[in-house]
Each structure stands twice: as structure tokens, then as C-alpha cells.
């Protein structure tokens, strides 16, 4: 099963523990996450559930190439990491 997690920075603003989820895609794994936190679905996706323009998914180091409808595909041991992109100087 994959793993999702989300960083300190991110839980600061909504409760996201680390979890093994089902899923073959980056949705798939998200959504499962979602159904036991609505809070944090809101925070990462926008109202056409497309990753919000602050935040940023790496799968296994990688960042995701599919922004809007999430169908990069997770392996049963992959690592999904969520974070917030920074920006500033």
C-alpha cells in the first residue's frame, strides 16, 4: 500500500498523520486518504479537485507531472510526499 505523508509546515494548518492508503494512481491514493480527512482534501485540492497551485506531490522523490487530474501511477510501496511550495527571496 502506498504511503502518504504531509509535512510539519502543512499540519500546522490542518491535523495530516502519516497513512498507508489503497491506489493505483496519485488520486486513487489521495481520495483514500480523504475519506478519513475531509479537512486536509480541502487545503491540497481546489473545488475541481485538481492540486491547489501552492502545493506540491512527489511521488518516491519525484514531482508529479499530472497537476490536474492527478493519473500519475503509485506502485504498492511507493512514498507520497505533500507539501506547500514556497516561494520569496
Do not use: W
Not at 480541502?42 to 493519473?71: C, E, P, W
Amino acid at each position: 500500500m502506498p504511503t502518504v505523508r504531509f509535512t510539519q509546515n502543512i499540519q500546522r494548518h490542518v491535523a495530516c498523520p502519516e497513512a498507508a492508503v489503497e491506489g493505483d494512481t496519485v488520486r486513487e491514493a489521495l481520495a483514500s486518504y480523504f475519506e478519513t480527512n475531509a479537512d486536509a482534501r480541502g487545503y491540497v485540492l481546489d473545488d475541481q479537485g485538481a492540486l491547489r497551485k501552492h502545493m506540491l506531490v512527489f511521488v518516491n522523490g519525484r514531482t508529479i507531472a499530472d497537476r490536474d487530474s492527478l493519473g500519475d501511477a503509485v506502485d504498492p510501496r511507493a512514498i507520497i510526499d505533500v507539501m506547500q511550495a514556497l516561494s520569496g527571496g
